[in-house]
């Protein structure tokens, strides 16, 4: 079955960075589209970036373009999004998805 697993998510300053990870198995994740989605809890989930399967389609929310960066490295079935310049409304669980499959997510906080 298809296994998404995030890290990288923690407590940073707002202006901070941080880069976040989702390791999939499971998947032909050289052939997959990979999300980034993020969840407020009482909210619905917000989607936040989209790649395809090679990596030269890549499209922003436009509440995080310009300043998060999709990628991925398909030798290391890895999704990526660097986060930089994060604001207070950034804090949320982040999710990686492909095809309906998410992973477990992982939180990120904004705090001074």
């Known amino acids: 079955q298809v296994q998404l697993v995030e890290s990288g998510g923690g407590l940073v300053q707002p202006g901070g960075s941080l880069k976040l990870s989702c390791v999939a198995s499971?998947?032909?994740?050289?052939?997959?589209?990979m999300s980034w989605w993020r969840q407020v809890p009482g909210n619905q989930r917000e989607w936040v970036a989209l790649?395809?399967?090679?990596?030269?389609?890549?499209r922003y929310a436009d509440s995080v373009k310009g300043r998060f960066t999709i990628s991925r490295d398909n030798a290391k079935n890895t999704l990526y999004l660097q986060m930089n310049n994060l604001k207070p409304e950034d804090a949320a669980v982040y999710f990686c998805?492909?095809?309906?499959?998410w992973g477990q997510g992982t939180q990120v906080t904004i705090s001074s």
């Open positions: 790649i395809n399967s090679a990596g030269g389609s890549i």
């Open positions: 499971g998947v032909a994740f050289n052939r997959a589209s």
């Open positions: 998805e492909t095809s309906g499959n």
